[in-house]
């Protein structure tokens, strides 16, 4: 069996909180943690339809209760921003989606990595700073570690991992979008979880030449 990695960043993570109270590292752990409860204890449902079925035949779900974890902790991290009313719901929604997100992705080796590294590029580039990358900067290094194992297909992500690399996605959106801004991530975030709840990300991507190249960049197969 492939280590699963997001160990390694839980681990990580927690370190870093040893350092001080910061509520983006709180968040990440959080969906890291409740990542590793999909991991250690997921039945056979797939998907935001097969949990909430689940759930309706009285049946215990991860799935569901990752959801509702993720809320409230996305709830607890947006907070602190001094948001209110719609621009804390939309914030709160962001860091939610991307956690989840970053399970969509990681179905082949590296996704969730690249876009993270995609998502950061941006952020940084538009700012001209790393100062983006302030908030999560403990945890960098390890998803550059993670990226090189994964792709080599040494290692896996699991759940943990890979939400935990979402909602990095999430805080720096979060932390660098203007509310604007926010709300057209939002929009597409629901785009995508939507459409990969009724059909294959991979095979959309694939559709796209510049997507299947950089899905590709580094993977062994």
Known sequence: MLFPLGILLLAVGGLALTAGLNRWLVFLCGV????????LAGGSARGWREHGLAVTRGELSTGAIKAAGTLALAAYAAAGDGASGAGLIIEVLVLALTAHLGNLLDTRPGRPEKAFAL??????LASWSLAPLGPIAPVIPAVGLCAW???????????????LIGGMIGVLLVTTLSPLGLALALAVLAAISLYGEFRSISAAIERVPPLQRLDSLGRVN
């Open 119 to 124: 998502t950061a590029a941006v952020v940084c």
């Open 149 to 163: 194992l994964t792709l080599g297909e040494w290692a896996m992500l699991g759940d943990t991992g890979a939400s």
């Open 32 to 39: 890291g943690y409740l990542g590793l409860l999909d991991d």
